[in-house]
C-alpha cells in the first residue's frame, strides 16, 4: 500500500473525472462531493449490483423510493428530533469545534490526532466549552411562510419511509413475513465534524434493508444478514483481511437499537464504520402506530395471531463503500509493469476493481491514428460495441500510454486494431490484470468480452 495512498486516490480521483468538489470554481463547499463521469458511472454501478443481489435475487424483497421530506411527525416518531444529535464543544482557545466525543478519544475523525486525550487538535489548547447537543438533522420549509408551522426535515435516513409503507407494501405486494423493504436515497446529515475526502459529507446515498419478521425471530435473521452484507463487500472485491465487525456496546446502540454490528473498513487513515447491521426490535412500527394512530400490526396467518413485527436493519453508505473499493483496488507499480519500453521507468497504477462495477468496460484504439484504415476499422468496433458495454475510444499517444490509461481507471479490456486486423478481421484483448494479449475474430468480441466480463 503506497504511504499517501489517499492522496493518491484523491488525486486519480479529480485527474480521471471521477469525483470533484462540490461548486469547485466558487472555492468550494466542505463535506459535498460531486461525481464526474466515471464515478457516477462507478456509482450506478455499485447500486445496480446491491439491487440485483437484494432485490432482484430475493423472493421477498420488494424495492420502494420515498421521497426526502416527510410529515415532520415522523421524525417526532422515529425519535431523530430528540435524539439525532452530537454533542458539540467548542475550544475557548482557537474556537474549534469539535465532536465531544472525538475530543475525548484524542482521536478527531477526519480533523487528525491530538497529542492527548482531550486536547485540541488545532491549537493544543485544553479548555473547551460545555457540550451542546446539536440536531444533525437539515431544517425547511414547506410552502411560503416561513414559521414554525411549516419546517419539514432532509431525511437523515432512507429507513422512516419503509416503516410508513409498511402496511401499504405488505397489502399491495402480498408480502408474507418474513419480508423486506429495500430502498437507496439521497440521505441529509449536518456533520459536525467532515473531512477524509468522501468518508463523512453532509449528503450522500444509503442502501438499507428493512427486513420484517416474527418476534422471537430476530436474533437468528440478525446473524443472517450480518454474514449475506460481509458476503456483498468480498463479493464486490474488497479484501478480507481490511473488513471486521465490531459490536456497539449497550451505552453506545442507537435509541432505537437492541443490538448494532458495524462492518469496519480499514481505510488509509484507520479502522472506520463502512456498513452495519441493527436489530430496531418492533420500536419504529410502534411508535409510528402511537404517534398516526394506525394499526402497523400484522396478522400471521401460520401463527394464527397479530403481532408488530421485529425489524433487522442491514445498512451501508454507497459512497463510503466506493471509497473503500477505489482505496482497495489502487495498486502503484514503481518502474511499471511493462519492461520493453520507456514507460518500465514510470510508476504505473492500477485500478482492480471487481469487473462488475468497472466505469469503463471496453476501451477500444488503433494502433496508430495516422493510418486512415485502422481508424475507420477502430471506430466500427467501437460502434460496435457500444450498445452492450461501456466503451472508450482513444487513439491519442502512444499505444502503452493509452493502455495505462486505461489500466489507472480500471477499465478491465482493452481492444487494439491493428495491421493484422485488416487481414484477418481480429483484434486483441488485452487483459488489465495480466496484461496478457489474445486475438479473437471480430464476429466473435462481444461473446468474448461478455464471457470475460462474468468471471
Ligand atoms: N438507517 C440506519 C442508518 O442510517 P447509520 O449507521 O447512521 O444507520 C448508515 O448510516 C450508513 O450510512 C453508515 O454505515 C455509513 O456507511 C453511511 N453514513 C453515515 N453517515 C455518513 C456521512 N455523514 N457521510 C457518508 N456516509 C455516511
Given at each position: 500500500m503506497p504511504e499517501d495512498l489517499m492522496q493518491k486516490v484523491i488525486s486519480l480521483c479529480k485527474r480521471r473525472g471521477f469525483i470533484f468538489q462540490s461548486s469547485e470554481i466558487y472555492g468550494g463547499i466542505e463535506a459535498l462531493w460531486d461525481y464526474g463521469p466515471l464515478g457516477s458511472l462507478l456509482k450506478n454501478n455499485i447500486k445496480d449490483e446491491w439491487r440485483n443481489r437484494f432485490v432482484q435475487k430475493k423472493d421477498n424483497v420488494v424495492l420502494i423510493d420515498g421521497t426526502v421530506l416527510m410529515h415532520p411527525r415522523v421524525w417526532q416518531a422515529s425519535g431523530h428530533l430528540k435524539n439525532f444529535s452530537d454533542p458539540l464543544v467548542e475550544?475557548?482557545?482557537?474556537h474549534a469545534r469539535f465532536r465531544a466525543d472525538h475530543m475525548a478519544s484524542g482521536?478527531?475523525?477526519?480533523?487528525g490526532e491530538a497529542k492527548t486525550k482531550n486536547q485540541c487538535v488545532q491549537c493544543g489548547g485544553k479548555n473547551f466549552t460545555e457540550a451542546k447537543y446539536f440536531n444533525l438533522m437539515f431544517k425547511t420549509f414547506l410552502g411560503p411562510v416561513e414559521d414554525e408551522s411549516h419546517v419539514a426535515y432532509l431525511r437523515p435516513e432512507t429507513a422512516q419511509s419503509m416503516f410508513t409503507n409498511f402496511k401499504q407494501v405488505q397489502e399491495s405486494m402480498r408480502m408474507k413475513i418474513p419480508f423486506g423493504i429495500a430502498q437507496i436515497g439521497r440521505s441529509f446529515r449536518n456533520e459536525i465534524t467532515t473531512g477524509?475526502?468522501?468518508?463523512?459529507?453532509?449528503e450522500f446515498d444509503i442502501a438499507e434493508i428493512e427486513y420484517f419478521v416474527k418476534p422471537g425471530d430476530d436474533e437468528k435473521a440478525f446473524e443472517l444478514w450480518l454474514s449475506e452484507w460481509e458476503k456483498f463487500f468480498t463479493d464486490m472485491g474488497l479484501k478480507k483481511e481490511n473488513l471486521r465487525r465490531y459490536e456497539h456496546k449497550k451505552e453506545s446502540l442507537a435509541h432505537y437499537s437492541k443490538r448494532t454490528v458495524d462492518i469496519e473498513y480499514k481505510f488509509p487513515f484507520g479502522w472506520s464504520e463502512l456498513a452495519g447491521v441493527a436489530n430496531r426490535t418492533d420500536f419504529d412500527l410502534s411508535q409510528h402506530s402511537k404517534f398516526s394512530g394506525k394499526d402497523l400490526n400484522y396478522f400471521d396467518e401460520e401463527a394464527g395471531k397479530s403481532y408488530v413485527p421485529f425489524v433487522i436493519e442491514p445498512t451501508l453508505g454507497v459512497e463510503r463503500l466506493l471509497l473503500a473499493l477505489l482505496v482497495d483496488a489502487y495498486e502503484e507499480i514503481k518502474g511499471g509493469r511493462t519492461k520493453t519500453t520507456k514507460s518500465a521507468k514510470e510508476t504505473e497504477a492500477v485500478l482492480k476493481l471487481d469487473k462488475k462495477i468497472a466505469p469503463i468496460k471496453v476501451a477500444v484504439f488503433p494502433l496508430v491514428k495516422n493510418k486512415p484504415e485502422l481508424v475507420k476499422k477502430a471506430k466500427e468496433v467501437f460502434e460496435m460495441l457500444k450498445p452492450d458495454f461501456m466503451c472508450q475510444y482513444d487513439e491519442a499517444d502512444s499505444i502503452g500510454r493509452r493502455y495505462r490509461r486505461q489500466d489507472e481507471i480500471g477499465t478491465p479490456f482493452a481492444i487494439t486494431v491493428d495491421f493484422e486486423t485488416l487481414e484477418k478481421d481480429d483484434v486483441t484483448i488485452r487483459d488489465r490484470d495480466t496484461m496478457k494479449q489474445e486475438r479473437v475474430k471480430i464476429k466473435d468480441l462481444a461473446e468474448t468480452l461478455k464471457k470475460g466480463l462474468e468471471n
Open positions: 475550544c475557548k482557545n482557537c482521536n478527531f475523525i477526519g480533523q477524509n475526502f468522501t468518508f463523512r459529507t453532509r
